[in-house]
DNA sequence: AATAAAACTAGACTAACAGTATAAAGAAAT
DNA sequence: ATTTCTTTATACTGTTAGTCTAGTTTTATT
């Protein structure tokens, strides 16, 4: 990413975090990050597109933290999804952005809406599939309905503790209390009844395909290729990577180690945003190839 | 209500309704109703002042419904439930309130946000009071981790659902599915392990003491005395409710039956408001006496 | 090194807005 | 009849988002 960009990305962020978003001014953010209203608006056309910037940020290191936990694990171990989950709640405390997004889940801007409702889909895809990993394939047809529920109970306990309890973190607690019930849920009633909610569903109101493998793919490459530069060490890598996504059949072990290294060697450098983007869509690509390879 | 604070509340109103809460600005407000600003700071300080008196009215509405909806209805009939519930999402629709409570849910304003947690503190102790009166006492101690359960899964729904399928009007079914999932945890658990959530932790959060039997009976006769005025046809009911009140066990199936007629014979009058909040009164009150008896 | 293109700065400017203040007209109460 | 409260109309202050422009600095290209 841009130095100028960060810069203002950084600043905002300490800003929001410190004042609030809307008590936050666009001069407050023109101070702080020590560049003219020009430059700002160069980069975004409002500040809540600076909030959406933001947000993407976080939610990518959210899906690195995450990938990070389960590396390793076995898929269905459920003390991993919990600490997945705890992955959330803990970054929003880092950043103190409890706030921040509930300020912005009533904004009446369009853009936001439609990137949060984004946001959101994709949260209930991962817990969906998650939970059809920890408790089985069989519960497929059922898993939206309880990705659902889980969520509702997870942020619902969440609010009501945040607020009576803010002092002690309660958050693994929560999360556990929150398992405990759907775990409950689903071994007496699996298999029983009709689905409420299907994955199409979402395909619709988020007007995307889910994007092919090939697509996914095709993704990669391109971001690797805009920071395949000589002078970088990762060069290897990158061009391993490339070359292994050419194959018939990818060795998706491999990449998936190969990434969770490179993430960690690129970290703090000039390309670490890139190197997230690109990893959490590698990140979807094995997925889906595990998904495949399931059925 | 003042005549002109009605005309205010009402213009606003319709103006939140048809452009959003944020982008209402006071002085269409004042143009809508006809007013000048300083009658606008007359009786609200802010916008959000105003959106609070809106918020409370359409509490008190939908209070009032569920109390006509419940009456002459066994206490643990399912389906009156179901329509309770049902009741809040349908007059939301009505004031096209969804996009209004979540504009606010986020707010960074103090009042506004102790407001809201306050409503919603209110609603979940009625959830949890509904909830042991059609599952059982013996559900006491978890009626609580219930209760937010039950009021994740239903918000979580119906974020889902409006997204998904705005057409339809989904709300029955939807509360249905709700209802269904909580049963069958409460019916294959209950009184297993111990509850995550505690009434009194709430007290505590809302900083206010449940107000005591007598404290309850003294606003009801306090607001009572306000609308009591020769003029009014009303003024034996008046009388009689204060008088019963005043009496060692107040008839609580008398007082409901009364308020019920009450509320009836005074829509669209003057004392509306009034009899409303009397009212609201009355029922904590009826319902406390109701739990008390049983235990 | 010269030049062209871009990114950036500083600050002026407009328009919308919240909220305060005031003076005068009107209504209600005593 | 007089006082008190409410309401109006309008002016004023101060803050904000966003646009625009003219000039400067940085970066890339030849």
Redesign the interface.
């Known amino acids: 990413m841009n130095q100028k960009k960060k810069q203002i990305i950084d600043a905002a962020q300490r800003l929001f975090i410190k004042k ?4 936050t001014s666009i001069q407050d953010i023109l101070d702080e990050a020590e560049i003219a209203k020009g430059t700002f608006y160069n980069y975004f056309s409002s500040k809540n597109e600076c909030l959406m910037a933001i947000l993407e940020l976080i939610s990518e290191e959210i899906i690195q933290e995450r990938i990070h936990l389960a590396y390793g694990k076995e898929r269905d171990d459920e003390s991993v999804f919990a600490a997945q989950m705890a992955v959330r709640f803990n970054i929003d405390k880092k950043h103190n952005l409890m ?1 921040l ?8 801007d369009k853009d936001l809406q439609a990137f949060l ?1 984004k946001q ?1 889909v994709m949260e ?1 895809h991962w817990v969906a599939n998650r939970l059809k990993e920890i408790y089985g394939q069989e519960i497929d047809s059922l898993s939206y ?1 309880y990705a ?2 889980f ?7 969440a ?2 503790v945040k ?3 803010p002092s002690i973190d309660q958050t693994e ?2 999360i556990q ?1 929150s398992l ?2 759907i775990s ?2 689903i071994e ?2 699996s298999g029983v ?1 009709n689905a ?2 299907h994955e199409e ?2 395909y ?2 988020l007007n995307v395909e889910e994007p092919s493998l090939d697509v996914l793919k095709q993704q990669i490459v391109e971001t690797l290729n805009e920071i395949n530069e000589a002078r970088f060490p990762e060069k290897e890598y990158y061009a391993f990577i490339i070359e292994e996504l050419q194959r018939e059949k990818p060795r998706m072990v491999l990449l998936e180690s190969i990434f969770l290294t490179l993430s960690k060697e690129v970290e703090g450098t000039i390309n670490e945003g890139k190197i997230r983007k690109v990893s959490s869509l590698a990140w979807r690509l094995i997925e889906r190839e595990k998904r495949k390879r399931l059925k």
Request: glycine content about 8%; proline content about 0%; hydrophobic content about 45%.
């Open positions: 609030g978003f809307s008590s706030a997004f509930s300020t912005v889940r009533g904004s009446e409702d959101y209930l309905d659902i529920i969520l509702g109970i997870v942020q619902q306990a609010y009501v607020r009576t309890k607690a929560m209390f405990n019930r409950s849920l007496t009633q009844g409420f909610f569903d979402f619709k109101f």
